[in-house]
């Protein structure tokens, strides 16, 4: 069984988050998100409109996603690689380069964004 692992926050879920998901999951049989927490948003200096168990809570009802832990921080994702057994790691095209230091723990792929959609540009032209 091959197992894939992706990081968000999925706030204000959209089709383009999950046509990710839905990517992901295509490379392997079981696919984890590692949602934000909340706490940890702040930290990153952001905010979601929904609250961590709501964001759950939409995730686990995509059919492309088996199951969702939190994320707490940044250095979670070693931990999580060989805690869940992970054999991909999976984020967007736009982290390109900032997560290939887990290369040596497994295989990572960064898939292109859904062009024409995106959470910030949904909040700025809600700000309109």
Known sequence: MKKIITYGTFDLLHWGHVR??????EL?????VALSTDEFNLLKHKEAYHSFEHRKYILEAIKYV??????TDWEQKTTDIDLYDIDIFVMGDDWTGKFDFLKSQCEVIYLN???GISTTSIKKDLKE
């Open 28 to 32: 392997g049989d079981h696919l984890t």
């Open 66 to 71: 088996d199951e969702v832990i939190p994320e």
């Open 113 to 115: 964004r859904t062009d």
């Open 20 to 25: 990710l998901l839905e990517r992901a999951k």
